[in-house]
């Protein structure tokens, strides 16, 4: 907690209460500036099967397939977060919102997003092109020790380097202890 007191003066609109939330946050360029919204936090989130690629003729050589990222071990979970971004700018927004966003644990702890799909939805692209007025809407992932108590979730324009950081408050589940998870 010590670590998220010494973060909140450069924080900028830290919204309480997780999700629904919309913090205008400006980039390093003139005219950036995006409205972004925490929708919605999936934990755990299960990996998504990777999508069977049709088979070639001849047979592909197995040892030349990609390799899928390795599914969470018992030490580790994945938890998916949901954003909706909106040019809200003069200038076109392209940039990549997998390491713009962050989660910090109750310990201070800040994990850094993945592109790593899971099954609650659709993962924001790897590189994101918005006109002024245009949207767009998806999840980033979080790969995080499995005791890991979830605090907060950051977003940053400019790869997370911008000096505007929207920080969202996770509520706790008193029910979990620490932990939140959307299951009864």
């Given amino acids: 907690m010590v670590a998220l007191a010494l973060l ?12 629904g939330e919309t913090i205008s946050l400006a980039g390093n360029e003139p005219g950036q500036r995006l409205d972004v919204t925490l929708t919605q936090v999936v934990d755990p989130a299960s ?16 040892e030349l397939a990609p390799t899928p990222p390795p599914p969470p071990d018992g030490s580790d979970r994945l938890v998916a977060v ?4 909106e040019n809200t700018g003069t200038a076109v927004y392209r940039d990549s919102p997998a390491p ?18 899971t099954t609650a939805g659709a993962n924001l692209p790897d590189t994101v092109t918005l006109d002024p007025g245009g949207t767009t809407e998806g999840f980033i992932t979080f790969r995080l020790p ?6 907060a979730v950051q977003f940053a324009l400019n790869g997370g380097l911008a000096d505007d950081v929207g920080q969202w408050s ?9 932990r939140q998870d959307p299951r009864p």
């Fill in 170 to 178: 996770l509520p706790q589940d008193p029910r979990l202890g620490s």
């Fill in 146 to 151: 499995e005791e890991a108590a979830l605090a």
């Fill in 47 to 62: 990996p998504a099967d990777p999508e069977p690629e049709p088979v070639p003729h001849p047979e592909p050589d197995p």
């Fill in 8 to 19: 909140a003066p450069a924080l900028l609109g830290a919204a309480p209460g997780g999700s």
């Fill in 82 to 85: 949901r954003f909706r971004l």
């Fill in 100 to 117: 713009a966003a962050h989660l910090l644990d109750s310990d201070g702890q800040r994990f850094t997003g993945l592109n790593e799909p």
